[in-house]
């Protein structure tokens, strides 16, 4: 089981980065995928998830509005759009696969997740 996150970088406050999480060895079709972030001190926090039911997403207060998920099913991907980017956005983001095959609604706690790709950096300056 391999998740890869990747595009992180640096963007000014304001400006926008999308995020790509690569499923290998499964389908996202099956599986709760979601985003989380640490920052420098704090704990990991729950940003976006994506159901293996038909529809269901939910986003953590601090991004509704700004972030939004997309799956593209022919590429085994699931992306995190981030517009309107803001210095508390700045953190290691990860994504994760819930442990349990099935559909179900996602949740945006990380004890229900693991196969924690490598990560990657986003970086807002304001």
């Known amino acids: 089981v391999q998740l890869q996150a990747s595009g992180g970088g640096l963007v000014q406050a304001g400006g926008s980065l999308t995020l790509t999480c690569a499923a290998s060895e499964f389908s996202l079709d099956y599986y709760n995928i979601a985003w989380f972030r640490r920052a420098p001190g704090k704990e990991r926090e729950g940003v976006a998830c994506f159901s293996s039911r038909p529809g269901g997403t939910d986003y953590a207060d601090a991004v509704k509005g700004r972030f939004t998920l997309f799956k593209d099913r022919a590429k085994n991907t699931v992306t995190l759009q981030m517009n309107s980017l803001e210095a508390e956005d700045t953190a290691v983001y990860y994504c994760?696969?819930?442990?349990?095959?099935?559909?179900?609604?996602?949740?945006?706690?990380?004890?229900?997740?693991?196969?924690w790709g490598q990560g990657t950096q986003v970086t807002v300056s304001s």
């Open positions: 994760g696969r819930r442990h349990w095959r099935g559909f179900y609604y996602c949740t945006l706690d990380a004890k229900d997740y693991g196969a």
